[in-house]
């Protein structure tokens, strides 16, 4: 049977959607917690029948998991039995809204050693372009409260290029941020994603986006980094040494995972589905033991092979390139890429333009 190191788990709920996101999130509802909590639980029975689910990493993603109650989050990571403490890493992603004392002890207690905060902004004006319910001092405020129960490993989320932002106001962003001490930040440049109210609104001309600004923000934002003592060991993820994140270099160097939740996509042994984004179906299923898949896709040692390429070129650890000589000559020459320690990895020019560059590794 396969052994499935990776384990994800998604919970839906939000306490309210914010405009730029393209998740599969619906708005908390108390009502559907627990029988969330149950169809998880059925849905990590069902499959291992298939697979050994014998985690070193969990994550507990979303939507918003922090926001579940104390009770939901006990027996859910109860019911996930010795896989939570035999994980090496189990985060939990935490809305700065969500988190007591209390249920941050409860994450502790239960084996939860790391947890992801989504602060994005220490800007008021930019918190409330992105419909964000917290303000800095909320922030500031969970994450002592994480520090309180023991959380020695903090991850602190935030977006660069929020429309209407002053180029100084997310520098100060960054130096709030590092006051904080967090293990791990990460900085996304903001995506406008379809089918959400900020892609609308770009599409509408309400905001136009400034190229030159967005370049600086990285380059400046990797430089400040850095010379904090952070480890820039993908595009958007920096890490203090030995805290970077195991499982999202799991998915970077193509390992298999599974995915448990609405939305949650899986890939284990060349098959890759993502169960359907419905709540709805999702908590029948529980009843009727038919797990609703979508996107299903097989993927040959080609593809993984490319793949590979694509996620691995974007991280410090790099590939090694072999089967992709041509592509990678050409990227040095053109200043993308370089080769050393045999393995090669993107430039900052490079990283700049990582999804076009991880185009040219798709198959024809
Ligand atoms: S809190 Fe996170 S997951 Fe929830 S709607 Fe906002 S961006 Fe999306």
Known sequence: MKVI???????PFCPRVCPYCAFYVVPADRRKSGPLVEALLAELRFRERASEIRPRTIYLGGGTPSALSTGDLARLIGGLGDRAGG??????????????????????????????????SFDVGALATLGRQHGPERIRRTFEILRGAGFGNIGVDLIHGVPGQAEDSWWETLDEALGLHPEHLSAYGLTYEEDTPFFDRLA???????????????LGTRRILEGAGYVPYEVSNFALPGFESEHNLAYWRGRDYLGLGPSAVSTIGGRRWRT?????????????????????????EDLR???RMMFGLRTREGVDGAGFEEE???LR????????????????????????????????
């Open 5 to 11: 190191e990776h384990l994800y788990i998604h919970v």
């Open 87 to 120: 994980a090496v890493e189990f985060t939990i992603e935490v809305n700065p809204t969500t988190l007591s004392p209390e249920k941050a002890g409860l994450l502790r207690s239960l084996g939860v050693n790391r947890a992801s905060l989504g602060a994005q």
């Open 204 to 218: 509408a001309g309400e905001w136009v986006r400034d190229e030159a600004l967005e370049i600086r923000l990285f």
């Open 276 to 300: 359907a984004a419905d709540l709805g179906q999702y908590l029948a299923a529980a009843d009727s033991g038919e797990w609703p898949e979508e996107e299903v896709e097989y993927l040959d």
């Open 305 to 307: 092979r490319r793949e």
């Open 328 to 330: 990678l000559a050409g």
């Open 333 to 364: 020459e053109a200043g993308y890429a370089d080769l050393s320690g045999g393995r090669w990895r993107l430039t900052a020019e490079g990283l700049l333009r990582a999804d076009a560059v991880g185009a040219l590794f798709a198959r024809g």
